[in-house]
């Protein structure tokens, strides 16, 4: 889940340089067609399947190492704080995956 949550930072870090890039560059630079938009897409769709990946792994880690804290009298809220970390991983997702659909949709209605 960690390094899920590294990778999809050091992608919204690339996602600010890029748009800053574009801004900076918009009267000097001629991008032609949709790559842009395309290069969004597909990311925001990698990263969608990277963050369900790392909110699977939380969730079954987290199952997994039930028993073991349960047999060493580990309290109960370190099971829930590995449940809570995992479904914002899973939240994070879904907004990823809708977002990226809504950014890709938009541009060909305007």
């Known amino acids: 889940m960690f390094v899920t949550n590294v990778i999809g930072l050091e992608y919204t870090f690339l996602q600010i340089a890029l748009s800053i890039f574009h801004v900076i560059m918009r ?10 938009i395309l290069l969004d897409f597909y990311g925001d769709k990698a ?8 909110a699977a792994a939380g969730f079954g880690a987290t199952e997994n190492w039930k028993a073991t804290f349960d047999a060493f009298g580990v309290d109960k809220s370190f099971d829930m704080k590995g449940y809570a970390s ?3 991983l899973l939240l994070a997702f ?6 990226s659909v809504i950014l890709y949709a938009l541009p060909k209605k305007v």
């Open 86 to 88: 995992a479904s914002l």
């Open 47 to 54: 990263i969608s399947y990277l963050l369900a990946i790392g």
């Open 27 to 36: 009267n000097h630079l001629i991008v032609s067609g949709d790559g842009g």
């Open 94 to 99: 879904v907004c990823t995956a809708i977002l």
